[in-house]
């Protein structure tokens, strides 16, 4: 432990360090080290592809799905696919220095400009692919990061870190600007995350249990999203055809992220004429029904209370029957988990009701939860969706990892 | 503990259901609560005195100083003040519902609007006109509050609230979306700050001590400010009439207040002809001083380590002189608090450096850092000022007790 505590501090100090020398780093010299990440990756694919081999034989041994494995692979497409996603990002806009705010509140100048979050600590599993992205967004956005990624692809994660480092140092960067935390003790993270003054934001992704942790030992301010049970409410007044095909794409378009459709809340008045056209739309989805719903849906098993809370991520879909759109409101409130959640109808009232009513980081009317993503909203590489209210909601890109400070320009401007 | 985990567990409930009904609250109805807040404290004058005068005396007998006993004390004309305070309150522009955002990323109408942040828990001290203020910025922002503040005015807040609660029923408001923790047990804060899901924020306010026990125990999110070490560099090329003048400003116009001047750093090329300057405008103020400056400043005593630390609150300054501006922002960044901190210099160059090193909530140029404050920043009352960096930074009005919500506006749009 004592050993472990060290290792730890010895790395949130040196991030610190070169947090500070971030802070007035210019874009310039950003835009250049994420190209001289992206060429030193690019040049060292060998040693890469070794150690992820290295990693998907100990996987294999363990036991992983093929499911598991196959996220784990880097092949060479892949490789270039992180080689492009450096470039993307080294093009975004760079969102430090910008002036957010101005005004003359009394004869100074008053202006709120964006900077550096500072030190950030990120969790996340195994794609070694986010190891790169996550430092990227992090050094784009001013920060320096502690990045700790999924034990199972530690291999990979390190040998891309090593990449990481050599390009920071060849343009001219502290390379403590990007770490990885080579261990897999969870203690690693119950110290990191109580490293008030020194780690200024917590993103844990991955499993609840992870990031229940993390929010129960954190001093530091965490940003997070535990899971994503989202709803579309099918309104009485809704185009039926419609609301069918933007379920469809909602459940189907890729049933196992977060911004997929877990449950279908249908109006009474239009339940029987609406479900026939799921069934139809959903075959080989396996429908989890209320009483009501269930008599709509041939097939269908009945559904249990944990139904409603479940996040299934697969191809499952609840389904119920509901009165009013205040009864579909209270049941997203009670189940759901403020993620992305929907109402399809032609009623602007209606409608309107529902956007006060339902209080979701992401609330969708007559379109596919699936377009809640940081890329189609146009906020550039997205680092996760928040579920959490303060400082950033809904999907994360550069700008979500940077804070303001207020500059006060005056000419000798007293308090009277 | 029991029957505290039961009082509490009720308490957040109630808040819980109150936000969900503010959600969606007009503008007229909270500024008619807040009127009605207003016309029940004015007419209960009686109760409320005799309450405070309840506190007054218990202070006595407890030994509070001649200060806090003021600080403590409900005169007339501080009710009037109350009054009037809930009036300029009701006043501000209703900060829910504003769409802070519009995009057409692709086809479909994406909105950011400003929602309520739900659940708020509000830990503070002494006076108790705190306890209105505080509720009345809770309202208009939308969001429930729960109440804590300090024991000495116990029997005060907890008239005032009274009022208040009435005021929310006669205006048809749920009375529950103000409540106040009538417990003095510390037991009652850690329960609170762990209700993960029905609170969703906690400000406290108050000594260092109360605010590290709420960071440690908490898992719900946190906006604070632990102190103000607010510095002044004073640079080689700096006017210095203004710079003397800037600094007795932030240092007399109100010592004990958090962005109060507590450290001087000055320029070596300056420091002969600039500190008898700094005496001579600060009698009164006992200097502790650097070696260097100290040879400088007949009578003032040695700084110690602890004095860089120190937030002293009164009429005691430390001055250093300091070989260069990065001196004076190293000197910043290892002693500050990150709350406010300035420069006076006449060079653009050395500001510009100084602005982009310093990372503080405020940062001043040529100006009193007493400026640092809602009010004057034009952000309408203040709850305070935070020195974190998530969410909210420096002065906290309304809209900083607020957060957003996506909305996305489509026509059967699809993720393809």
Redo the contacts between chains.
Sequence with gaps: MEGLREYIDTMVRAAKAAS?GL??LSARSKTAALGAMASAIDADRAAIGAANARDLERGKAEGLSAAMLDRLALTDRRIDDIVSSLAEIAALEDPIGEVIGT?R??G?L?QRVR?P??VLVMIYESRPNVTVDTAALCLKSGNASILRGGSEARESSTALVRCIQGGLAAAGVDRNAVQYVDRPDYEAIDMLVRQ?GLV??VVPRGGEALIRRV??HA?V???KHYKGVCHIYVDETA?LE?AA??AA?SKL?RPGTCNALEKLLVHEAIAARFLPLVQAKMPGVELRADPRARALLPGARAATEDDWYAEYLDLVLAVKVVGSLEEAAAHI?KYGSSHTD?ICSRDAGAIERF???V??????????T????GG???LGAELGIST????A??PMGVRELT??????????????
């Design positions: 500070v802070r007035t005004r509140p009394a100074f008053l900077t979050i500072g008030s200024d934001l929010v129960e001093t301010p965490v940003i185009d419609m095909a933007v794409n378009q409130e929907g956007v006060g009513l209080d979701s980081a992401v609330v969708t009317v007559n379109a596919s699936r377009l809640n993503d189609i909203f146009g959490d209210k303060l400082h909601r809904g804070t303001y400070k207020w500059i006060l320009r005056g000419n000798g401007d007293l308090r009277t």
